[in-house]
């Protein structure tokens, strides 16, 4: 369907009033910080407007509550249209437990505050930052993968918690803002292509179609006819030709919360610094204040006061609260009286979804998750990962997640009684196939983990770097996605260079915030999966090996709950101080004991540790760390197969590093060990050679 709207009546000058009212905030916020973007929200005032005054049903009141519509602002340069917004309608505040205050989110002297340091009005929106924003954005298109996350989750909380009379608790629909350079950025694609085939009617894309970027006009490197491709993947697609259009913009809203077999584009044509007389139109608008001969001349042409500065005339903030607040409030109310009759009726259901929503684990979450026996052969951690997901996923039902076109490869399909596959007609399915799309996927699993669903996504980790923006925003948010990363060294063999993750586990360690653990055996694997579901405000990622490792013996080394400290003494072979200390991760810890052991042979004291992840060894206190690696010794062994940068901390400036210094190669993997120097001999050689500097 394509459709065009065209009309001109039916609003008040009170309604003009708060639109001027959201474009000079923007217009001041920008002038005083000396930096922003005011263009955007000046052009998109009326459709923001519109949207959250008269369709939006949110609760100012309440920024958590669960059935709420969501709004993303993917071009999260327009952020002071935003913070705006969230000041006029009275959003309250929030507090890091989730409890809503009775006090205003951004008071005035938030927005005067815009891009200050310590202020709630970053640069762009910051989720856990500020109440009212619910998604950190700001590189394009981002907020399109987590409008879909948000939209996807929406339709499996319905289905799973749907009863009949109680559908209206779970029916909220997401909107979401997004300008050119979303639409040219690749992950919108990604993101949208995989929302057309899901035929998601529950979500709202309106493009502001501006034809403006830094460099000048769209047209210098963008001739897309954007509303043909969205028509391409499945869309519904709308066009409003005057970004000015209440009554135009107002039925593309309201046909968009109808459209219920597919999602909706809104392609707004929009002036970029609308009623700037220089500035209008042009690339200046898009990311510099305006100045203060523009910004009078500009109020000037809205019938503004023009040395009036951060002004909400009067009625402003009565209309907002006549319109989203009392709407608010009425659903709200509504939705909680139905709730606790659901709540009666369900009890079952409605405790899931309490223990949902603070990120809780029902009881029993872990009863089944299994316990390895000692295993030469043993298996590879990618197969032992795959068992574990099961036996939580079972019992922890909001587990959903899946792969980008690797199932089959990172084990991560759940394959328990009922677990399913989301589709456009089974969207109570767990397992959810993101095709060929990391970027796309790590985008969209911030959305679900932001609706409170514990999302993961599996991959190769060399394809981590496609995923990477995203995975270091779901960082910046603090939010628990689990990323299942297999095929984690040359172990994978054949497939070469481009397939061998070197320099991935290292600069994934480099992300603050971030949990990434490299398990050496299936029982190291149960630990890592205890952890990560544990974990409330840290995103974690694993990488688990393609190749067959042993499971250890448990009853003759320490115990595999160590890693949950992220760094544990493996094994000493003898009391008393080591001699030299060899430290591995993931597969290579096999080597190390390999080569402890004939070291013990020849009378040499070893200590091996298992180091799985750095993040959770370093909240350790100094005295545990201490423990595990004494100062006193010096003579100190890292043996990965990775990037040997970082290693330093562990070993010292004087201690033997084995580990990858090139690329990798196409060979069979037995080949690839030795050409690279991960054999016990190596391993043995190497701490003889630190013994000998002792």
């Not at 497939?495 to 915030?513: N, V």
């Not at 055996?521 to 149960?526: G, I, L, P, Q």
Request: aromatic share 8%.
């Amino acid at each position: 369907m394509s459709e065009t709207t065209n009309s001109t009546t039916g609003f008040t000058a009170l309604d003009t009033t708060c639109i001027n009212t959201i474009r000079t905030l923007a217009m001041d916020a920008v002038q005083k910080a000396n930096s922003g973007h005011p263009g955007a929200p000046m052009g998109l005032a009326p459709v923001a407007y519109i949207l959250w005054n008269r369709y939006l049903q949110y609760d100012p009141a309440d920024p958590l509550w669960p059935n709420r519509d969501r709004f993303v602002l993917s071009n999260g340069h327009a952020s002071m249209l935003l913070y705006s917004l969230i000041h006029l309608v009275g959003v309250k505040n929030v507090d890091h437990q989730g409890k809503v205050l009775n006090e205003p989110s951004l008071p005035m002297e938030q927005l005067k505050s815009f891009r200050q340091l310590g202020s709630k009005t970053p640069g762009h929106p910051e989720s856990e930052l500020t109440a009212g924003v619910e998604t950190t954005t700001g590189p394009l298109g981002q907020g399109v993968g987590n409008a879909v996350g948000m939209a996807i989750a929406q339709k499996w909380i319905a289905a799973r918690y749907s009863r009949p009379g109680f559908e209206a608790l779970f029916e909220h629909h997401v909107y979401a803002f997004c300008g050119d350079g979303c639409m040219m950025e690749g992950i919108s694609s990604e993101a949208s292509s995989l929302a057309g085939h899901l035929k998601l009617g529950n979500l709202t894309l309106i493009y502001d179609d501006n034809s403006i970027t830094i460099d000048g006009k769209t047209s210098l490197a963008f001739s897309d006819d954007v509303g043909a491709r969205f028509l391409a993947y499945g869309w519904n697609v709308i066009h409003v030709n005057d970004g000015n259009d209440l009554e135009g913009i107002s039925r593309a809203i309201a046909a968009a919360r109808k459209t219920t077999d597919r999602p909706t584009l809104i392609d707004l044509k929009t002036h970029i610094g609308y009623g700037a007389p220089h500035r209008q139109d042009t690339k200046e608008a898009h990311g510099e204040p305006l100045g203060a001969d523009e910004i009078k001349l500009t109020k000037k042409f809205y019938g503004w006061p023009e040395d009036a500065q951060f002004l909400v005339p009067d009625g402003v903030y009565g209309l907002f609260q006549d319109g989203i607040g009392k709407r608010g409030a009425v659903a709200h109310t509504a939705w909680q009286k139905l709730f606790e009759e659901y709540r009666k009726k369900y009890p079952d259901l409605a405790a899931e979804l309490e223990t949902m929503e603070q990120r809780g684990l029902p009881a029993g979450w872990d009863k089944d998750i299994p316990s390895f026996p000692t295993d030469a052969k043993g298996l590879a951690t990618r197969d032992s990962s795959g068992q574990v997901l099961n036996a939580i996923a079972k019992n922890l039902p909001w587990v959903v997640g899946g792969a980008a076109d690797l199932n089959p490869s990172t084990k991560t399909f759940m394959k328990f009684e009922g677990a399913g596959t989301f589709t456009a007609t089974t969207p109570g399915g767990r397992n959810i196939h993101f095709g060929i799309r990391e970027h796309g996927m790590g985008a969209i699993l911030n959305g679900l983990t932001l609706s409170k669903i514990r999302a993961y996504g599996s991959g190769f980790l060399i394809f981590s770097d496609y995923g990477r923006p995203s995975i270091r925003l779901g960082a910046v948010m603090h939010i628990p996605v689990l990323y299942v990363f297999t095929h984690d060294s040359i172990g994978v063999g054949e497939d070469g260079p481009t397939h061998q993750p070197i320099e991935q586990l290292m600069s994934l360690r480099a992300i603050p915030g971030l949990l990434v653990i490299r398990p050496c055996d299936a029982n190291e694997v149960t630990e890592a999966y205890r952890v990560a579901m544990q974990s409330k405000h840290e995103p974690v990622v694993f990488a688990m090996t393609r190749q067959a490792v042993p499971t250890l013996d448990r009853t003759k080394l320490a115990p595999a709950s160590g890693l949950a400290k992220g760094g544990y003494v493996l094994t000493d072979t003898s009391s008393g101080t080591p001699d030299v200390i060899l430290i591995g991760t993931g597969s290579e810890v096999h080597l190390c004991l390999d080569a402890a052991n004939k070291l013990a042979g020849e009378g040499v004291k070893v200590r091996v540790v298992s180091l799985p992840s750095w993040e959770l060894f370093e909240k350790q206190t100094q005295e545990y760390r201490e423990s595990v690696l004494p100062p006193a010794v010096k003579a100190r062994v890292s043996v990965e197969m990775g990037a040997v940068l970082g290693w330093e901390r562990y070993v010292g400036s004087t201690g033997e590093m084995i580990g990858m210094r090139s690329f990798g190669a196409s060979a069979p993997l037995k080949d690839l060990l030795k050409h690279f120097g991960f054999t016990t001999e190596a391993v043995i050689q190497a701490a003889k050679k630190q013994l000998r500097k002792a």
